[in-house]
């Protein structure tokens, strides 16, 4: 049998990373032994590999929040080198195609409410049928996207089925 502190120092060269013939040749045992030792000591080899990349991160911290932190801070001078650029030399052609991107994912962001009123009791049915008309338009006009388009649709069917419903109880 060989001594507990070779099987020790075969678990820590493992969570290093070391090839069963790096150990084999330093420890003096062979790749065989590597091989068993490795099945015998699955468990105790992952956590000594989770507790070197602990004591690692801690070293150069690289924890998870200092790594948002830092990825915030070089999106903040991101933002800045981009506001302090001169629009005017990109070509208008490219200038043209941002701006559309642009304008598209600020229409995919808009939550407010649907055209015609804040509640579904302030609309009449004419108004729900202009919002439908309206809703229509934009889309032949390239206003809104597919998704924006089903989401006002179904807040408008909604709508109508709450006037429906309403005036049935009326």
């Not at 590999?49 to 200092?66: C, M, W």
């Amino acid at each position: 049998m060989k001594p507990t502190c070779k099987k020790e120092q075969f678990i820590l060269l493992r969570a290093e990373g070391h090839s069963f013939s790096e150990i084999a040749r330093q420890l003096s045992i062979s790749k065989s032994t590597c091989s068993k030792w490795e099945r015998d000591f699955s468990e105790q080899i992952r956590t000594a590999k989770e507790d070197r990349l602990s004591d690692l991160y801690s070293l150069y911290r690289i924890g998870k929040a200092h790594h948002i932190e830092k990825l915030g801070e070089t999106l903040t001078r991101i933002d800045e080198a981009l506001a302090n650029m001169d629009l005017s030399e990109i070509p208008p052609e490219k200038l043209l195609k941002l701006k559309l991107e642009y304008e598209e994912r600020l229409q995919a962001q808009h939550t407010g409410p649907a055209p015609g009123g804040e509640s579904f009791k302030d609309f009449t049915t004419e108004e729900l049928l202009r919002a439908v008309a309206s809703l229509y338009e934009r889309v032949k006009a390239g206003e809104v996207s597919a998704q924006q388009t089903k989401a006002e649709l179904a807040t408008l069917e909604g709508v109508q089925r709450a006037i429906a419903q309403a005036e049935s109880l009326w």
